[in-house]
């Protein structure tokens, strides 16, 4: 297992231009993946027992010119690539996008802006202030559990000023511009459909647009499943072509929620495995045009499951009814490896700050902070909250590829853990553990593995960065710990 994780780490080096700052990738993605505390960087320190200098240089790392963003991407998607872990469909592999709203109180943070939350908990404000983060994962499993494992999480809103500062600088030429959220979650997919092959991408309702379709269109060997909203309106293909005027591009137009009525006949009906339950579902198939003056061919299912109604899209109209609704029913994971991100490894308990940056005014509109930061026109200014928006999206990327670690060992790696010394539960519910069960197995064995295998490039730069007096007089008991390799 140490092994393995070992070399998969050792395969980010052509990530970075410096030795030296790829040992500090190396001890920060294990300090991630095993801190028992999410106290910022000193929580690795403590973890790793580093020397008391490490401080700082965990802080440099994340500004370091030594690596670009957009690296870390494509060496993880080869990475995962090579695991022959991932799930297909048709033969195509399965993309899940999504947005997460993460708040934030920093008044000097690059990309804080107000945002609308979107939630169904009372006790949640209506508005916060924070980073809006735009994901994408691929999913991966075995027979007993599945994974959404993120491919990278970028920074979607409140920066598109600083990307036409530094686009090549920032992010090795892979900047935005000026498009939306939905739009760069495409271009975000385009990037690994460029890296991974032909693949599905699974979307909620937020991305039925005209621009989602426009720049899907642009991206070969993508397709999107995804969801419509009640009050959607689609158009009937056009009738037969009489030959005076310009062909007709759409027929009658219609709401397709009053097919649930009018064509409650035809609906079918079948036994599916919907989020870990079987469950009863009514559906009925169309297609239909979408979209007003684009008028592209979509595939519409309409679909109940006891008395909840939904209206699924899918721009492939090769795909069979129950395969898009099998394949939305995967859409939640992602949910959950936000959960986990949050929760298992704190992806996102970053403070990174510019005394350069304009002061967030909480009170006025985004209109405003916008223009404030419109106005800097300092290069050095400018070149200091760059290097701090990739701090921000740095952490991230680093804490994915931490829970990445983390989700493949358990699948990889189940029987091991499960059945390793220091691993207990009352009731083993699944053969593969949980990411929390993972870091937990790994943080109790991580100093006999520092002890009993030195040859490991992982432990000689973990060692290299420890107190030298900490290594020298760990004591050597062997029947004491479970090194589980």
Known sequence: MWEWTSETISRFRKCFTRTATF?????????????SDHLGVTSIVRELNLMENA???????????????????????????????????SGRYILIGDGVKQPKEGRKMPGVKKLRQDSDNSSKGEYIHGHLFGGIGVLAGNETKQYCILLSARLHDGIA??????????????????ESHVVKTILDAAKVVKRLGESILLLDR????????????????????????????????????????????????????????????FFKEAVLNLYGADETVRYFCID?????????????????????????VSTDLTLTPVQIIQLYGKRFKIECSFRELKQVVAGFACHFWSKAMPKLQKFKSNDVNHANLESVTDERARRLI????????????????ALGLLQLVGLLFGREINNGSTRFMRTVSNSTPSERTVA????????????????????????SKQKSAFCDNFPPKPDAYDIAV
């Not at 030594?66 to 469909?89: C, H, P, Q, R």
């Not at 000023?161 to 000026?178: C, L, N, P």
């Not at 109790?444 to 973990?462: E, G, N």
């Open 23 to 35: 040992e500090w990738f190396a001890v920060i993605t294990i300090g991630l993946m095993l801190r």
């Open 55 to 89: 401080y700082m240089s965990l802080l440099h790392f994340f500004r370091s010119e030594a690596w670009f963003i957009g690296n870390y991407m494509v060496a993880w998607v080869d990475v995962l690539k090579s695991t022959a872990v991932l799930v297909k469909e």
């Open 161 to 178: 000023a600083i990307q036409r500062w530094w686009a090549g600088e920032m992010s090795s030429g892979d900047s935005y511009g000026e």
């Open 206 to 265: 937020l991305y039925l647009t005209r621009p989602m379709l426009v720049a899907l269109s642009k991206v070969p060997g993508l397709s999107v499943v995804t969801k419509a909203k009640c009050n959607c309106k689609a158009f009937f293909p056009p009738g037969p072509y009489k030959g005076r005027g310009a062909r007709p591009k759409k027929g009658p137009e219609i709401k397709v929620a009053s097919l649930f009525t009018t064509h409650a006949a």
């Open 288 to 312: 239909l045009k979408w979209g007003e003056k684009l008028y592209q061919d979509l595939r519409f299912v309409l679909t109940v499951t006891g008395t909840t109604t939904s209206i699924l």
């Open 386 to 401: 760059t290097s701090t928006v990739k701090a921000i999206e740095g952490f991230v990327q680093v804490s994915i590829i």
């Open 440 to 463: 937990d197995f790994m943080r109790k064995s991580i100093y006999s593995v520092l002890v009993f295998l030195p040859y490991l490039p992982l432990t000689r730069i973990i060692k």
